[in-house]
């Protein structure tokens, strides 16, 4: 292959998966951004962001360098190089195309039959053996029309579980349960059938194709990458991998998550002992803010709870009820002069009309890194004595940073550091066993 230029068409065309890299790359990356471009103008920190990319690189990069490896040089076939003999519209060594046990008379052109797929094929005739199994071949004018009519077939016939290679053939299920094997070589197709892959694997191996569309073994488009192939070619090698990327994503998980909420002490401040800070965090209480601090089961565990959503109304057709709650766990560590944090969130919807009654409740437990939302909902509201009052619209609203930072802020400021975690860490908080886990 070497002296033939090809453009950036036929590269994507002969590797679709560099494609497919190429959006994994960019498209992630987008969202971040934009992700990255709100959570600074809410005023939030941007750690989460590197945090999410941290956890998504490592498939990003292995993705990207596997289609790398896999890239092949586009073959080169001239418009009208190679193919099979073909006198008046048919195959002239027909044995040989189809082999020799499948009679004349059970070969038959096939371009009426798949119209959309067999378009614009110079020959195309499909043979079928006493057995069940059947054999299609088709020429086309370039090899550009037979890589466009093996894709139609692929999708007219709803080939599942595809596997193999451009350069070896794939392997499929159709649509109505039988078995194929397919080939690509130059400007020919040819597409083998069986009850079984064993039976379509015998069928194709009856076919003697000659030189002229034996397919040539493809050329890496980088070589230099060719020696991972190499490495990663045992399952000695695939299962290391793996086990070293499972390693990797746990340990930043775990380090990464408590990274990105974390803030140490500030500088110069004098260290405070778990009592002054007790009573600081109690002391938010007497702050106008919208969440309330208070104490635990032992003088170690703090609770901060902000109920942002608590309301009971009759809308058009039902009586609904919604408790929305967020609250943070506290546990004062004195050895290691750290506040260590835990998010739990709750939501209670129950509602009851005409056509029935029902209840929806969620809660998580883990580490929330951004949070804001805002909603009005609409209909009569119902007091503690379900007597209607005024207005006929209620709206709540959640700001996660107005609720964390002041917190955090008598945190840092006494001389600690404040380091979320994951999971409850000390005395365990009763009644909360999380059904499932935020961060």
Do not use: C
Not at 25 to 47: D, H, K, N
Not at 144 to 153: F, I, L, N, P, V
Not at 228 to 252: C, D, N, P, Q
């Amino acid at each position: 292959m070497t002296g033939v230029l090809f453009t950036t068409a036929d590269v994507i065309e002969a590797n679709p998966g560099l494609v497919v890299a190429l959006a994994l790359a960019l498209g992630p990356a987008a969202v971040l951004g934009i992700l990255a471009v709100m959570m600074r103008l809410a005023g939030a920190s941007r750690r989460p962001i590197v945090f999410i990319a941290g956890l998504m690189a490592p498939i990003v990069v292995v993705f990207i360098v596997g289609q790398l490896v896999m890239a092949k040089v586009p073959q080169a076939v001239p418009a009208a190089a190679g193919g099979l003999a073909v006198e008046d519209g048919r195959f002239a060594d027909r044995e040989a195309v189809f082999g020799a046990d499948i009679p004349q008379g059970m070969v038959r052109d096939a371009r009426d039959a798949l119209p959309g797929i067999l378009d614009g094929a110079e020959a195309a005739e499909a043979g079928v053996t006493l057995s069940g199994e059947t054999v299609l071949v088709a020429q086309f004018p370039d090899a550009g029309q037979a890589r466009r009519a093996a894709a139609a077939y692929h999708q007219g016939f709803d080939l599942r579980g595809t596997s193999g290679s451009e350069s070896e053939g794939w392997k499929a299920t159709r649509m109505q349960g039988d078995f194929i094997e397919m080939l690509l070589a130059g400007r020919n197709l040819f597409v083998w059938s069986g009850l079984t892959p064993e039976a379509a694997a015998a069928r194709r191996a009856v076919s003697r194709l000659p030189e002229a569309v034996a397919p040539e073994p493809a050329e890496p488009l980088f070589p230099v990458l060719q020696p991972l192939e190499v490495l990663f070619s045992s399952v000695v090698m695939k299962i290391l991998g793996l086990l070293i990327m499972v390693a990797i994503y746990t340990a930043w998980f775990f380090t990464g998550a408590t990274w990105v909420s974390s803030a140490g002490p500030e500088s110069g401040v004098p260290v405070l002992s778990s009592p002054e800070l007790a009573d600081r965090l109690l002391a938010i209480n007497d702050l106008p803010v919208s969440f309330t601090v208070s104490p635990g089961r032992t003088s170690r565990e703090f609770f901060a709870d902000w109920r942002y959503a608590d309301a009971a109304w009759l809308d058009l057709a039902r009586a609904r009820k919604l408790r929305k709650t967020f609250r943070i766990r506290m546990e004062l560590d004195e050895a290691s002069k750290a506040v260590r944090a835990t998010d739990y969130t709750s939501e209670i919807d129950l509602s009851a009309g005409f056509d029935g009654s029902s209840l929806a409740w969620k809660a998580a437990v883990g580490i929330v890194f951004f949070q804001r939302e805002q909603e009005k909902v609409f209909g009569l509201q119902l007091d503690g004595d379900g007597e209607g009052k005024k207005p006929l619209s209620y709206t709540y609203r959640f700001d996660l940073n107005e609720m964390k930072a002041p917190i955090i802020a008598v945190v840092t400021r006494s001389g600690w550091t404040w380091r979320p975690t994951l999971i409850p860490w000390g005395s365990r908080v009763a009644g909360s066993a999380p059904a499932s886990r935020q961060t």
